[in-house]
């Protein structure tokens, strides 16, 4: 089965080194890329297209809506999110078995009437809703490694229990319904939240049994990072392999990578392409 | 020279294709060179 790799070009600095950096792993046949997007060009199937208005309207409140499209950040949040949800729709087909979605604006502190933080569009809400309304798919684990709590997916999940969010951040320990919010203290280092985290996963997932994992993966608690948890930039592919071997575990593989949080360019040159690398292989 | 991650449409056929592996030469198509297609940057939040 198939890897895809979903991309629209920015013009931050974050993401400078890319597609280029990917180097061969888009030669992998199993890899496929699906980018936007292109002025006046005919349509192809990897374009990465818009989702449509009436998909935002799902998740988060038409006013809220109204007020992003008002902002300079709207196409990019609107790309950003669509990753998501085209990934999500290419894995209900069976054309995927996995993804990694580049973007350029988060998903988790976009809620249904608020948005903060870099996020505009909660982009595994809208893939959650659009595989239920056209898949019939029910249940879904959202894992959210980025160092910052996510205050939008929380609300936007905290009545629904057929989704586990389990959010891994400095904040106290919580939980409403399938909602989990797990204390990653500052300078916990590696071998401790890899054990925080394999423990969780044991305790939680597999008797959830989600239909398909989204990981909020964010690389911004490395250290010298903004929200520094000490972490060494190898934390990533650690967790990478534990969260590749849970979607295995449980639900036939079917994961979706977002990058959420962190700034530096050569960290992301670094990071991204190992996670991609150990998507795609078997 | 061809980009990785670049893709390029033959205006002849129709044909697009994408740059996996770069490499020295230009691809052709129909006996022409293909047309690079630009990408439109788009914000981000860096």
């Known amino acids: 089965m198939a890897t895809g790799v979903f991309f629209y070009y920015q013009q931050g600095e974050r993401l400078r080194d890319f597609p280029q950096v990917l180097g061969g792993l888009l030669d992998a046949p199993q890899v496929f890329f699906y980018d936007a997007f292109y002025e006046a060009k005919p349509p192809s199937d990897f374009d990465l297209d818009p ?54 604006y988060g998903d988790h502190h976009a809620g249904r009437n608020f948005y903060g933080g870099g996020c505009y569009f909660n982009g595994a809400a809208l893939a959650v809703h659009e595989l239920r309304a056209r ?65 969780a996963f044991a305790e939680h997932v597999p008797a959830f049994a989600p239909e398909l994992i989204f990981w909020n993966w964010g690389y911004d608690g490395t250290q010298g990072e903004y929200g520094d ?54 | 020279m061809s980009q990785l991650g670049k893709r390029y449409r033959c205006e002849e056929c129709g044909t697009e294709i994408l740059c996996t592996k770069a490499g020295e030469g230009e691809p052709q198509c129909c006996a022409k060179d293909m047309v690079l297609q630009e990408p439109r940057p788009l914000p981000s939040s860096d």
């Not at chain 1, 919580?174 to 925080?196: E, H, K, Q, S, V």
Request: charged content about 20%; proline content about 6%.
């Open chain 1, 51 to 104: 989702i449509p208005l009436e998909s935002l309207y799902r998740v988060h409140d038409p006013q809220m809506v109204a007020r992003v499209r008002a902002l300079p950040a709207y196409q990019g949040a609107l790309y950003s999110a669509s990753g998501t949800v085209a990934a999500a729709v290419r894995i209900a087909r069976r054309e995927l078995k996995n993804a990694f979605v580049f973007t350029g």
């Open chain 1, 229 to 282: 948890l000490g972490l060494s930039p190898g934390f990533h592919a650690q967790m990478a392999a534990l969260i590749k071997g849970l979607a295995g575990k449980v639900c036939g593989g079917k994961l979706i990578v977002i990058l959420c949080g962190g700034s530096k360019r050569p960290l992301a040159r670094t990071l991204i392409p190992p996670i991609i690398d150990m998507l795609a292989a078997e």
């Open chain 1, 135 to 199: 898949f019939g798919l029910r249940r879904f684990a959202i894992i959210d490694t980025d160092a910052h709590h996510g205050d939008g997916t929380w609300q936007l999940f905290a009545r629904d229990s057929e989704v586990l969010y389990i959010c891994f951040c400095p904040q106290k320990s919580a939980r409403i319904n399938f909602n989990l919010n797990i204390p990653t203290p500052p300078g916990m280092g590696n071998a401790r939240y890899l054990a925080l985290a394999e423990r």
